[in-house]
């Protein structure tokens, strides 16, 4: 796949709790030099100005995102230039810091609600969705965090996943079925990437590359 120099190229990884997203970033950014991170997670509100519902703090509501400075610092990468981020600690629930994300040739936009405000949309040339029924939605969460509450479940992820997620999808360039092994949907995604890639070199009119590097899927 190769990296051209020319202004960031923003890619949207979307979809719902436990599509696989950040085990997909995190692999782009194992396997590829020229490649930043911009996680939604990082931009969660502090705990105290969560919106509720019923007796548990709403993390799955757009409300709990800080939009305006996440649209910044979108744009500040997609000039070239580095973003000051908030450091967001999931152990305290709270930003404790902060932190630098330096601009790439590619630059993912990891997150449940990347493709939901039309700011940031706006700033994303490729956008994909990853696909996953309710039913693996829970196994997976239950997976990655035993402790989760059935109720949590049943009155915050998925109402909130059919209210504001999985609607996103409809502004996708690609829907991924993320119920497939996760070296499936990795092979499928760098295809994707490779020919968008691709297409961009031959509409700039140059083969002017930053590096040609080839993926091996670790996931």
Avoid at 113 to 129: C, N, Q, V
Avoid at 172 to 195: K, M, R, T, W
Wanted: proline share 5%.
């Amino acid at each position: 796949m190769d990296l051209v120099t020319t202004k960031p190229y923003f890619i949207g990884i979307a979809g719902p709790s436990g599509a696989g997203k950040s085990v997909f970033c995190r692999l782009m950014q194992a396997n590829f030099a020229g490649v930043s991170r911009l996680k939604l997670d990082d931009f969660f509100k502090d705990v105290g100005d969560v919106p509720k519902i019923l007796d548990w703090t709403n993390w799955d509501d757009p409300l709990s995102i800080k939009w305006d400075e996440l649209v910044q610092a979108a744009a500040a990468l997609k000039s070239g230039k580095y973003a000051i981020v908030p450091h967001y600690s999931r152990k305290e629930d709270r930003m404790v810091g902060e932190k630098c994300v330096f601009s790439s040739p590619i630059i993912l936009v990891d997150g449940f609600l990347s493709l939901y405000d039309e700011r940031l949309r706006d700033l994303i040339d490729l956008k994909i969705f990853f696909n996953l029924s309710e039913d693996s939605q829970v196994k997976r969460r239950k997976l990655r965090q035993p402790w989760v509450e059935d109720g949590y479940i049943e009155n915050v992820l998925l109402p909130n996943a059919r209210q504001h997620v999985i609607p996103t999808k409809h502004h996708a360039d690609f829907i991924v079925n993320a119920e497939l092994p996760p070296q499936s949907v990795a092979d499928y995604c760098v295809g994707i990437i490779s020919l968008a890639l691709k297409d961009r070199i031959k509409k700039l009119g140059t083969r002017r590359r930053f590096e040609t590097v080839s993926i091996t899927a670790k996931v």
